[in-house]
């Protein structure tokens, strides 16, 4: 089995080319007929995208015609690569996706032209035609008049053409469906019917599109073209054989894969790849255009001068404004001249890019977005690995394919692995598996057998249980649990205690070495006849330690102990686990709650008078909350008092004033009124006295330096 470690991108190191892609290139000479590359090569990867290699021989400048699916066009665009050792690319080229009528803008006729003779010509009035047949003549089309005759039997009819043509004769007609051919003297007409034509077909082609690659160079030589595009993941799936012989597994790894690429592989070199690569969509096979803003013409406005009224002198107005006695002969004073034409209501809004209700344009350029990232999701990060299979593969379109990836025989052991959350008194029969290929493993399922030999020397196989194996790296191992294991039983008692050292009173404060220890028996019944190796998944939380058993003997998962215990046939053993979770802890003695207080002066790890001074606080702390819930059923009195005022309001209020029972409500709420008062002095005192033993806390363990 050929493995190799590289990247999925690997075989870009040998692009020697730069592809451009072009709609409408053309070469500098014609080249004969477009060559069809063979799919040579095809790379699956896990992480959606399929790598497709074709190769082909080529002699001089040549074009080559390669057929993609219409929905991977995109994708072809983003990646398509093209080697040529001995030559260069010129262009890629493949039909525009835009409509056939935006292809026709540039045409004297549009697409319903070509869907009959008759209507092209129709199209074409005015173009000069040579015309053979029945009647020759040369000239330009003039009309086209539709007629029906009767079949000779008298039974159908029959339509035809009359086209008429101004010749140098004067106008004369023929039958268009009598004529042997019909050319266009125009060979610009000639070609731009070459053209649409050439564009229909290639929008015919439906769900697909032919890329026409140019590659130029001198001789004989291979060219490859390749691509990437999305393709079905790949799976994985194992088998494990235990029972081949001591501390080994027989392993097979499988690839699962479809082909759905529309083309047969056959006879390829076939690669399928774990890992996780980026991959994504552009719509790069979409026409776009962008918006660009208008700007008005500008067009001088006509000029209109005003009518001359005459004139007089400057001198002659100054002397006749001097002689009073003649009047005044000065001209009346002139009038403004009359303000500038408004601009045009769009004109400044436009200068600004802006239409005229003053909204801003519609913004244009890419509307589409790649379509969101493809990428597959992974527990841990998984060394990227391809498989190479030796030998050709041939898979029809629409067919499946397992084909097999690793095939050897791996550390392996039958282990019973007991975890309580999945069952409290069982085990899990299970299989420890080591890596040790050289290469990452992708996860997958896996089906277990055991091999066994009879007496008389028969192997049978036998199936015993699935399991999942997540990404295997090289050098790792994974427990694969398959079955419950019922031929064993345990049992499990849980013990706490907390261990204080260090401890010291001083300054108002609490400090002290705190280890909590928690101590599991396990108490295991093996089985009745075979011995099992156990491995006990133990809870592991952060800060705690394994005190014991020894940890070297043991392995740690993110939330796990794993710890092994070997118990011999029909034996009963108790196993012990124990963690010890040490800190330091500084606690400010003012704030410790009763309970702990209380806990403190029994605990027998402080010295006596570190106990003492806890059941003096303690003390101390039953006078400050017994006050407190003094203060607490004063407040609540007086809150009653507040709804009974409350009440009393509302009955003053819907009663007539002056009466007998509105003086009785005034006099129930003047009684109310001093006992509200008298709750607040009560909490008043309180509030003082409880201010008071607390002072005399903080000075007693402010005090305090044991």
């Given at each position: 089995m050929d493995i190799r470690i590289v990247g999925f991108g690997a075989a870009a190191l040998a692009l020697i080319a730069v592809v451009v892609i072009g709609l409408t290139a053309t070469g500098p000479r014609?080249?004969?007929?477009?060559?069809?590359?063979?799919?040579?090569?095809?790379?699956?990867?896990?992480?959606?995208?399929?790598?497709?290699?074709?190769?082909?021989?080529?002699?001089?400048?040549?074009?080559?015609?390669?057929?993609?699916?219409?929905?991977?066009?995109?994708?072809?665009?983003?990646?398509i690569v093209v080697f040529d050792d001995k030559g260069g690319t010129g262009f890629v080229q493949l039909p525009s996706r835009a409509p056939l009528s935006d292809i026709f803008r540039g045409l004297p006729f549009g697409p319903d032209a070509l869907n009959s003779n008759a209507a092209l010509v129709q199209a074409l009035k005015g173009s000069e035609v040579s015309v053979n047949g029945p009647a020759r003549l040369e000239g330009r089309i003039v009309s086209v008049v539709e007629e029906t005759e009767k079949t000779g039997d008298n039974n159908g009819q029959i339509t035809r053409h009359r086209v008429g043509v101004m010749t140098a004769d004067g106008l004369r007609q023929f039958v268009l469906e009598d004529a042997e051919n019909i050319s266009f003297s125009d060979p610009v007409l000639q070609g731009q019917i070459n053209q649409a034509l050439v564009s229909v077909a290639e929008h015919r082609e439906g769900q697909g599109r032919t890329l026409k690659i140019r590659t130029n160079g001198e001789g004989s030589r291979t060219v490859t073209i390749a691509y990437v595009v999305?393709?079905?993941?790949?799976?994985?799936?194992?088998?494990?054989?235990?029972?081949?012989?001591?501390?080994?597994?027989?392993?097979?790894?499988?690839?699962?894969?479809?082909?759905?690429?529309?083309?047969?592989?056959?006879?390829?070199?076939?690669?399928?790849?774990?890992?996780?690569?980026?991959?994504?969509?552009?719509?790069?096979?979409?026409?776009?255009?962008?918006?660009?803003?208008?700007?008005?013409?500008e067009v001088l406005g006509r000029i209109l001068p005003r009518p001359d009224e005459g004139a007089v002198a400057v001198d002659e107005v100054a002397s006749e404004q001097e002689h009073k006695a003649m009047g005044s002969l000065a001209s009346p004073a002139m009038a403004p001249p009359p303000p500038p034409p408004a601009p045009a209501p769009q004109s400044a809004a436009r200068l600004r890019g802006e239409r005229a209700d003053g909204n801003a344009p519609a913004s244009g350029g890419f509307a589409s977005r790649p379509a969101k990232p493809m990428a597959a999701e992974s527990k841990e990060a998984a060394t990227q690995v391809i498989f190479h299979l030796p030998n050709k593969v041939s898979v029809m379109n629409g067919q499946s394919l397992a084909v097999p990836i690793v095939g050897r025989n791996v550390p392996g052991e039958l282990v019973a692995l007991y975890q309580p959350e999945t069952h409290p008194t069982h085990p899990l029969a299970a299989v420890r598996l080591t890596n040790d290929s050289g290469t990452g493993l992708p996860p997958g399922v896996l089906t277990l057998y055991d091999v066994q030999t009879d007496d008389k020397k028969n192997q049978i196989t036998s199936y015993i249980g699935d399991a999942q194996l997540s990404t295997l790296p090289d050098g790792e191992a994974r427990v694969l649990a398959f079955a419950l294991d019922q031929k064993i039983t345990i049992d499990r008692e849980n013990k706490a205690e907390q261990t204080i050292a260090n401890a010291t009173l001083a300054g108002g404060v609490f400090k002290a070495s705190v280890v909590d220890e928690r101590t599991t028996v396990y108490t295991i019944k093996g089985a009745p006849k075979e011995d099992r190796k156990i491995v006990i998944e133990h809870p592991r939380e952060a800060g705690w330690n394994l005190i014991a058993p020894d940890p070297k003997t043991s392995e740690m998962t993110p939330d796990r102990w794993r710890i092994p215990v070997e118990v011999k046939a029909g034996q009963t053993v108790k196993f012990t686990v124990t963690a010890q979770w040490p800190r330091e802890e500084t606690q400010q003695l003012v704030d410790i709650d009763l309970d702990t207080v209380l806990a403190y002066a029994s605990n027998a790890k402080l010295t006596e008078a570190q106990r003492a001074a806890f059941t003096k606080m303690a003390e101390m702390k039953r006078t400050i909350d017994a006050i407190d819930s003094q203060i607490e059923t004063e407040g609540q009195a007086r809150d009653r008092v507040f709804e009974d005022q409350g009440r009393i309001r509302q009955n003053i209020q819907a009663v007539p004033a002056g009466s007998a029972l509105q003086q009785r409500y005034l006099r129930s709420m003047s009684d109310l009124e001093d006992q509200a008062d008298t709750h607040k002095k009560n909490i008043d005192r309180l509030d003082q006295q409880k201010a008071g033993e607390e002072k005399k806390l903080a000075d007693y363990v402010g005090g305090l330096n044991l």
């Open positions: 014609s080249l004969g007929p477009a060559t069809l590359p063979e799919l040579k090569r095809v790379m699956l990867s896990t992480g959606g995208v399929g790598y497709f290699e074709y190769q082909t021989q080529v002699s001089g400048d040549a074009q080559i015609a390669l057929p993609v699916r219409m929905d991977q066009v995109d994708d072809v665009l983003k990646s999305e393709a079905p993941l790949w799976k994985s799936s194992y088998r494990i054989a235990t029972g081949v012989g001591p501390g080994k597994a027989r392993m097979q790894g499988w690839a699962i894969l479809e082909n759905v690429s529309g083309t047969d592989w056959t006879d390829i070199d076939l690669t399928v790849v774990t890992g996780n690569p980026v991959t994504f969509r552009q719509a790069l096979y979409q026409t776009y255009y962008v918006s660009r803003p208008e700007i008005p013409v």
